[in-house]
């Protein structure tokens, strides 16, 4: 393969739901550049892009796959995505390293939610969008309804620049307004007669080319002025201005496809080529805001936005060259680790397939082998620049579930399976949650958690199971409390003895110091002569004060009191958890000349400080999220219904293009699987996303039970 120079390179991804046929027009995209020779089929599971076995199995693509094609002495890499939002990683990962995406709409469905959704992260991520409506040639494929639906979801920013003849079974061409052509095709690999416009559509063109002319001028007040003067805007023109256009996203133009058939294709990549920008312009901030232009005569610099472990090759690293010039053989370095690594090999990406070359220039798309430390997200750039790339944005997780291995045995393989992976998709993450006891996995939805643990049982051979997280409970108190405890052994050698008194009450941010107290109707003052404030590593404070008069206890024996005290903070009189929020006085006590020690004191104090909390009106506080949600107007009651048998507080609503967005405070106890209930809901048109927001006292019916049920679990002990 040549050499192509930045102006010369096109990046995109290629959008839509899932089925739509982007896999199948990557395939005839492909075709046309001679990159493959045959072109596969789903059906046959033989595509370059999903070339996976659990892909062949779902019978859909689950990764993102870096492709090419070369096209009109051009460079078009392409970014083929899956059509859900629990591969959604993919998608952002390729937004990342494109500068415009292609968005597939199934003529037979019109805008579907995959649709909406992708359309959504394309606009969060500024990403200028072409679309294509494919599968013109099945029977139930329908045009005008398509476009109609467009123009309904996105506004009037959608002008078909093509309109198709025929469409169903026979659909064999298209009028393009903007070429002022008709496209015949006789045969399915892409073979077309370039015609005059017909007569029979002279007029239907002529609107068509009058709405397009509208849309390109609109982007530029001299192309806008020429509009206006003449009418008319020349080729050039038209180019000029749909190209500003996309840009802005204030054009999304249309085009007619069967990439089944091999229909449009050519003519779609031309365009794209013709009126979405190369990298030439981009430029990118590092962490630290150096702007680095995409620009291959200067310092040479790669983003990894992918790694994976394939079959014959081991780890494979996808990059772009963000600037310069990547040569075969170069030595980079990382520049915020320091690992050295030397690109050996240099290969143009189309799925398995793996073209060595021996040069890229900026802005082109690559991937190279046997790096030793590079992970997704890194940099590694020539060591005299200390750039660091931003890290890809992804979305939040939205599914978290605990996960075990069935056999005990394999806990320690059950990890590394699932640091393996989750390299290789960074919209898993894994954690080991040590108040909880408990590996959790988080991931972008259900569907996404079982292909991880397809993984598992198929690849890594592991059997597991998975069940809902434990909740991070808190225990703290409401008034004031106090409790005496004596600790006394003697039986033969030395014996133990510790006694203390002490009182508790709630900590306040920002309450003042108090010395006196009412217990019992009785007044109590104490005499403040030191205070210790702890910060607990699971959230809230621990005052700690010694109002101890008349020496009762040594001032030796005071951590080991508060030890005690911090010892049963970590695992809370109630249920187990940690409890905060709590202010200890220690006034008083007794000490033994011969039998007093460390132990003692704290053996008195945990227990001193377990009567005290529960005499102090406790309570348990859970986690609470805030969630935002983006339903379909339509949807909105199933929803709300639902989130009310949710403990959920409604905190606000407003409406934006047909969705609602509601926001609402709920229990994390709650939240198990609301991807899947609400996906369910909505036919998977909602999306939502959750924050933790603070902690509150749960209900005195939930207390209750997880009362009842520390209590059973203890008594299991
Ligand atoms: N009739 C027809 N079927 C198509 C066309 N494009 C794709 N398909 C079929 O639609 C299904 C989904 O295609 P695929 O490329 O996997 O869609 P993706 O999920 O968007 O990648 C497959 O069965 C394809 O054969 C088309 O232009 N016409
Ligand atoms: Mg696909």
Redesign the pocket.
């Known amino acids: 393969m040549k050499t192509y120079q930045t102006g010369n390179i096109r990046n995109v991804v290629?959008l839509?739901?899932?089925?739509?046929?982007?896999?199948?027009?990557?395939?005839a995209m492909m075709f046309e550049g001679k990159v493959i020779d045959r072109r596969g089929?789903?059906?046959a599971k033989n595509?370059v892009?999903?070339n996976t076995e659990v892909e062949q199995i779902y019978?859909?693509?689950i990764y993102s796959t870096p492709l090419y094609t070369e096209f009109m002495d051009n460079k078009l890499n392409i970014i083929?995505t899956?059509?859900q939002d629990d591969f959604v990683g993919g998608v952002i990962a390729g937004f990342k390293v494109a500068d415009a995406g292609i968005m597939?709409v199934?003529a037979t469905q019109g805008v579907e939610v995959g649709t909406e959704i992708f359309a959504r992260y394309a606009e969060q991520h500024k990403m200028p969008l072409v679309v294509g409506v494919?599968?013109?040639?099945?029977e139930k494929a329908a045009w005008d309804t398509t476009v109609d639906s467009l123009k309904q979801a996105f506004g009037n920013k959608v002008v078909p620049v093509q309109f198709p003849v025929a469409v169903g079974p026979g659909f064999d061409g298209f009028v393009d307004v903007l070429k002022q052509k008709f496209y015949r095709f006789k045969d399915e690999n892409g073979t077309r007669e370039d015609l005059e416009i017909p007569a029979e559509y002279a007029d239907q063109a002529e609107e068509y080319r009058l709405a397009l002319m509208e849309a390109a001028a609109q982007n530029d007040e001299e192309l806008m002025e020429k509009y206006f003067e003449t009418n008319d805007l020349t080729f050039p023109e038209m180019i000029k201005g749909l190209n500003l256009g996309i840009l802005a996203g204030s054009v999304m133009p249309v085009f007619c496809?069967?990439?089944?058939?091999d229909?449009g294709v050519k003519r779609l990549m031309e365009f794209v080529i013709n009126a979405t920008p190369s990298p030439a312009k981009d430029v990118e901030v590092t962490v630290d805001g150096t702007e680095v232009p995409c620009d291959s005569s200067k310092e040479t610099a790669l983003f990894f936005y992918r790694t994976s472990v394939e079959q014959h090759l081991g780890e494979v690293s996808y990059f772009k060259v963000m600037s310069g010039k990547l040569t075969e053989g170069m030595d980079l370095v990382n520049p915020v680790t320091g690992a050295k690594e030397r690109v050996t090999q240099i290969y143009a990406v189309a799925g398995k397939k793996k073209e060595k070359v021996s040069e890229m220039m900026a802005g082109d798309l690559g991937c190279t082998v046997k790096l030793k430390t590079v992970k997704t997200n890194q940099t590694l750039a020539v060591p005299s620049v200390d750039w660091e790339f931003k890290s890809i944005d992804f979305p939040q997780s939205k599914f978290r579930t605990a996960i075990k291995a069935k056999d005990e045995k394999d806990e320690e393989k059950l990890g590394e399976a699932l640091n393996k992976y989750s390299a290789e998709d960074p919209t898993i993450e894994v954690l080991y949650a040590k108040e909880l006891k408990q590996t959790i996995i988080s991931g972008q939805g259900e569907h996404h958690i079982n292909i991880l643990k397809w993984h598992l049982n198929n690849v890594y051979k592991l059997e597991v199971e998975l069940f809902a997280p434990r909740i991070s409970y808190r225990e703290t108190i409401t008034k004031v409390a106090t409790a005496s405890y004596r600790h006394k052994k003697q039986s033969g050698g030395a014996g133990q003895f510790g006694e203390v008194h002490l009182l508790i009450e709630p900590f306040v941010e920002g309450a003042p110091q108090n010395n006196r107290f009412k217990i019992d109707g009785k007044e109590m003052v104490l005499n403040i002569k030191g205070k210790e404030e702890y910060t607990m590593d699971w959230g809230g404070k621990l005052e700690y004060y010694n109002c101890i008069v008349g020496g009762a206890i040594d001032a030796r024996f005071m951590p080991a009191i508060l030890k005690g005290i911090m010892e049963k903070m970590e695992e809370g009189p109630l249920t187990g958890s940690y409890a905060r929020d709590i202010r200890v006085y220690v006034y008083d006590g007794k000490m033994h000349p011969v039998d007093s020690n460390e132990i003692s004191f704290k053996l008195a104090s945990r227990n001193a400080f377990k009567e005290a909390f529960r005499n102090a009106g406790p309570k348990i506080m859970e986690p609470i999220f805030n969630v935002e949600i983006l339903v379909p107007s339509d949807c909105m009651g199933d929803v709300m219904s639902d989130l009310q048998n949710r403990r959920a507080m409604i905190e606000g609503m407003s409406s934006v293009k047909g969705f609602e967005v509601l926001k609402a405070r709920v229990p994390l106890a709650e939240l198990y699987k609301y991807s899947t209930t609400l996906s369910s809901l909505t036919s998977g048109r909602a999306t939502f996303t959750m924050e933790y927001a603070e902690y509150s006292q749960v209900p005195a019916d939930v207390q209750d039970k997880l009362l009842k049920a520390y209590q059973e679990e203890e008594g299991d002990e």
């Open positions: 290629l839509g739901s899932s089925k739509s046929g982007k896999t199948t027009l990557a395939e089929t789903i059906e595509t892009s999903d019978q859909r693509s083929d899956p059509g597939i199934n494919n599968q013109l040639d099945s496809l069967s990439a089944k058939k229909i």
